[in-house]
């Protein structure tokens, strides 16, 4: 069973006003997306359930995503929870997945996705950064998850394949 760790893309500071919730992705994101989502696609163990944050900047990311795993919309599960979450949190909504399901993926924010990973893999593996993607190798059942019980197996992000 594997689970692809996504941080959102990055991200548009341009309006000073506006919620951190609403923010969309920036020149940069979008640019990255398309670049992502072509390398995920080459990808083994793609994801059959998608979770994602309902962050606009999340749900953007997680479209990419979506489309790179061939996901029907009925496999994409946005959930606010999941926005500024714990690793806790994100533990909880991972354990969730539906029992059928081997390979899901997590589209969500730091700094609970990189505690999430570090906690999942049981050492310091990574910092997650914008559109940083992780795959982790678990053996236990969805439902029984918990922290150390994976390894991580594969680290790239934007800047890793020199997308810029």
Same mark, same amino acid.
């Given at each position: 069973m594997r689970i692809?760790?996504?941080?959102?893309?990055?991200?548009?500071?341009?309006?000073?006003?506006?919620k951190d919730f609403d923010r969309p992705l920036n020149k940069r994101g979008n640019a990255d997306g398309p /670049?992502?989502?072509?390398? +995920? !696609?080459e990808q083994t163990y793609k994801a059959q359930w998608l979770w994602t944050s309902d962050a606009k900047r999340a749900l953007a990311t997680a479209a990419?995503? /979506?489309?790179?795993?061939? +996901? !029907?919309a009925d496999h994409v599960a946005a959930a606010h929870k999941l926005y500024g979450a714990s690793a806790d949190t994100l533990l909880d909504v991972i354990r969730q997945t539906p029992v059928e399901v081997e390979n899901v993926a997590l589209v969500a924010h730091n700094p609970g996705l990189t505690t999430l990973v570090n906690g999942l893999a049981g050492h310091v593996t990574v910092n997650l950064p914008t559109f940083?993607?992780?795959?982790?190798?678990?053996?236990?059942?969805?439902?029984?998850?918990?922290?150390?019980?994976?390894?991580?197996?594969?680290?790239?992000?934007?800047k890793s394949l020199q997308l810029d």
């Open positions: 692809w760790v996504i941080r959102h893309a990055k991200s548009s500071w341009a309006d000073a006003r506006q /670049k992502m989502q072509a390398w +995920l !696609a990419f995503v /979506k489309d790179a795993f061939g +996901l !029907a940083g993607v992780v795959r982790l190798r678990c053996d236990a059942p969805w439902q029984d998850l918990q922290f150390g019980q994976c390894e991580a197996e594969l680290f790239s992000s934007p």
